[in-house]
């Protein structure tokens, strides 16, 4: 109940401790134990994705079938705040001017995770961090086989595997009212940005259930 309401409310140690009657000691120990037992449960929860069938949400709806049939997912990175010691805060200052962790994820569209790497500093930027992933073997990262693809936003490249939307072109969902010019290409942008926002959905859920990752946390990195 303990770990629950810390990571349900982002309490801190002490307060927890004050509210339960027990002394930090106690607090940090079963918090940390809790921790290393659910990092052990991961793989049960998140698993590759299904590259073998094309998912409801696109073989369901004609705004989206035929065209991202070999859609599989999409990819993107969010920011959750961290204390460090000041000789790393440069190295895990992000571009908005807090530290924080850089989290790969790869979500599909039930809104749930299929891969997650955790760890890197804010500074570092989310292609790199993808481009990481896919070179070394030990992440294990799912590279989509043949003509399967995860949906990118405009700050990955385009290439084998991944599809971004056309640059230059009105991209947001809340840009839908000001179609015009290209129109193709704004309507391809429209429905990939639509498809996308599986990911911010999935992280807008996954943020409030757990406050701790969106408040800034009483625990050091390591935690």
Known sequence: MIFLIVVGHCDSTRRSGYEWRHSIETVSRHFNNICLHIVGLAPQFIGPPDFDNIPPVIANNSRYFPYFRDCVGAIDGTHIPCIVDVHLQAAYRNRKGYTSRNI???????LKFTYLVAGWEGSVHDSRVLRDSMSDPTFSFPTPPGEKYFLVDSGYANRRGFLAPYRGTNYHIRDRRRLGGDRKKELFNYR????????????????????????????????
């Open 104 to 110: 790969l994820t790869v979500v599909d569209f039930d």
């Open 192 to 223: 990939h940005a639509s498809l996308c926002n599986a990911v911010e959905r999935t992280f807008e859920i996954w943020k409030s259930r757990f406050r701790i990752l969106r408040g800034v946390p009483h625990y050091p990195l390591r935690t």
